[in-house]
């Protein structure tokens, strides 16, 4: 029931186009779901994350779509560069009580990006 | 650099002897982290710090593993007698847990890579 599953575990996308990774989660308990880039030989690091109080979350050309019904959530990546290419993986964990996020997070298995020029 | 820093980078030891990797959070941040990630998987939680109290330990973390985090500060990660199978990244993260600057966002160094042989 903690388990977070992510696919595709591997996306080429051509330079401009849109990437899209998706992932599932059971646990209705959670209530964070980050999404953290990762290059190589880097540890990962934060890009957006979402609340399931509302459905859609956008910041710059990186939006997360949230789907509470279906216990789904997705990244979207506009106009893709090939900066963006690295592994992505989303996480999701529990808030406390004051509503702050818990760092003990579950994350997918990785989806390794690479955008081609 | 104001990061969280991880020494060793690597580590290659035989099979029985023990290792000892040590994580320097963000000097602010009262929440510590330890993650392990294997190849091609995502960071699996091991254990967690609020200041100097370690208030979880993942089943994850055998009674090989040890970790501290005396004075609240820096954190130490022990494996005794490690096993061809404790060859992973550890991951050390670090987060501030409070109002008002919570953001949920941890912080992830770049990692120790043990390889048993």
């Known amino acids: 029931q903690q388990q977070v599953k992510q696919s595709p575990q591997s996306l080429i996308v051509q330079k401009g186009g849109i990437s899209i990774i998706n992932c599932a989660y059971e646990n209705t308990a959670f209530d964070y779901f980050p999404w953290y880039q990762q290059f190589p030989g880097k540890g990962p690091a934060l890009l957006i994350a979402?609340?399931?109080?509302?459905s859609e979350k956008k910041e710059g050309r990186f939006t997360i779509s949230f789907n509470k019904s279906a216990k789904q959530f997705s990244l979207h990546i506009m106009d893709s560069q090939p900066g963006d290419s690295a592994t992505y993986f989303c996480?999701?964990?529990?808030?406390?009580?004051?509503?702050?996020?818990?760092?003990?997070?579950?994350f997918g298995q990785g989806t390794i990006l690479t955008v081609h020029p | 650099d104001t990061g969280v820093s991880q020494n060793p980078r690597h580590k290659i030891t035989k099979r029985g002897q023990n290792v000892t990797f040590r994580c320097d959070p963000i000097s602010e941040h009262n929440r510590l982290y330890w993650y392990r990630q294997t190849l091609g998987q995502g960071p699996e939680f091991l254990t967690y710090?609020?200041?100097?109290?370690?208030?979880?330990k993942s089943r994850l973390l055998s009674d090989r593993f040890s970790a501290e985090r005396p004075k609240g500060s820096f954190s130490t990660l022990e494996i005794q007698r490690t096993e061809q199978g404790d060859s992973a990244m550890y991951l050390c993260?670090?987060?501030?847990?409070?109002?008002?600057?919570?953001?949920?966002?941890?912080?992830f160094g770049e990692g120790s890579r043990l390889t048993v042989l």
């Open positions: 710090f609020q200041n100097e109290a370690q208030l979880e």
């Open positions: 996480a999701a964990s529990m808030t406390n009580a004051g509503g702050t996020s818990y760092g003990k997070l579950t």
């Open positions: 979402i609340r399931p109080d509302v």
């Open positions: 993260a670090s987060s501030h847990q409070g109002w008002p600057t919570n953001t949920g966002e941890l912080f």
